[in-house]
């Protein structure tokens, strides 16, 4: 059962563009959400997160949003530049574990 | 500051080697350990987790197994190794303060390919 689904496996976006990963979820007990990035041959890195009794968060160029009704969450960033090239993991926080998207590999394009 | 050691960073092993992994971690008492794989061009799964010294909880059936015998030590052993465990092996920290979010901290992680 994929608790967490990030149904887009990669996007490409324009430097200067916005940037918009989405997450569903199925769990309605995860109490936060993070986003973590990636590069590859490195540890995720924590990004922005947003608690359950949240609907925005904002970080800088990052924004989360969450809409709680519909299970969905989504990342926002504001302008997209080459170095944010990566991929995206959501992840639910449930108690002693996070669950994990499969991510979203971002290609920002010069 | 916390760090977090993972050693070592690449190995390449035959299938049917034994296997071990050593996670360590700096700067912080009683975290909560992590490991996780990320296959080939696949998200991250959780193999086990640690709340405590020799507690370990397995989340995938698998010839891994864990183990925890300092506080801030986490080690991932196979007696065997089979080409299916071929990954990306990343070490996670995480302190579990209340009243707060409380993110994961990543190791460097080790690229394991099983031949």
């Known amino acids: 059962d994929q608790q967490v689904k990030q149904n887009s496996p990669s996007l490409s976006v324009q430097e200067g563009r916005i940037s918009i990963l989405n997450c569903d979820y199925t769990?309605?007990?995860?109490?936060?959400f993070l986003w973590y990035k990636k590069y590859p041959a490195e540890g995720p890195t924590f990004l922005i997160s947003i608690s359950s009794i949240k609907d925005k968060n904002e970080d800088g160029r990052f924004t989360v949003f969450l809409n709680k009704s519909a299970k969905h969450l989504s990342l926002h960033i504001v302008p997209s530049q080459p170095g944010d090239s990566a991929v995206y993991f959501c992840a639910g926080d449930y108690g002693q574990n996070f669950v994990f998207g499969p991510g979203t590999r971002l290609s920002v394009l010069p | 500051s916390q760090t977090i050691h993972q050693w070592p960073a690449t190995l390449v092993q035959p299938v049917g080697s034994p296997l071990s992994l050593e996670c360590t971690v700096e700067?912080?008492?009683?975290?909560?350990l992590y490991w996780y794989r990320q296959a080939a061009g696949r998200g991250l799964q959780l193999l086990f987790y640690s709340v405590g010294i020799g507690q370990i909880s397995s989340e995938v059936p698998q010839n891994l197994s864990a183990s925890r015998p300092q506080d801030r030590q986490f080690i991932l052993s196979s007696k065997k190794l089979l080409l299916s465990d071929s990954g990306f092996y990343l070490c996670?920290?995480?302190?579990?303060?209340?009243?707060?979010?409380?993110?994961?901290?990543f190791g460097p992680g080790t690229r394991l390919t099983v031949l």
């Open positions: 700067g912080t008492s009683n975290p909560n």
């Open positions: 769990n309605s007990m995860f109490d936060y």
């Open positions: 996670a920290w995480r302190s579990m303060d209340g009243g707060k979010i409380n993110e994961q901290f």
